[in-house]
């Protein structure tokens, strides 16, 4: 269903970091790139999708790169954002801008559900893993990377 294309659709908020009328979802097929992540997709139209992640204690998205561009909003618990070789930490109402082709990954902190907003074009490219190659210049870059990253 393409919620919000040309009607007001009204999705209440629940105490349990859901809203009602929207499924929940895996991220992503299983692919062993990322962990314990979950996906709520609230509102798709045909330029924007309005998307809530979740994901569980010690658990990471893929670390991956792509042409679009993401912009995320903490909303629960706290996280770490690596972009490109910089490492952020967030907490509840930060945004970071993750610009294209900037390898990412999010991870949730230890003791902690790391829940967030991600925004990005409805039309976008599929994701590309990084390789090795690639992976080792980031973290000799930044060697703290190297007890970050998972992949």
Known sequence: MDRGKSEVIFFPFRDDYTWEGVPTKNYKSPDNSWLGV?????????????RYFEIQEGGYSSLEKHQHP?????LRGRG???????????APYDVIHIPS????????NRGDVFGFICVVPARRDRPTRLTKEEIEELIKENPELKHILRY
């Open 38 to 50: 979950l996906r709520n997709e609230i509102v798709k139209t045909d330029e924007i999708h309005y």
């Open 70 to 74: 993401h912009i995320v909003m903490a």
């Open 101 to 108: 082709w900037q390898p990412h990954q999010l991870l949730a």
């Open 80 to 90: 770490t954002v690596v972009v490109g070789s910089r490492v952020y930490e967030m």
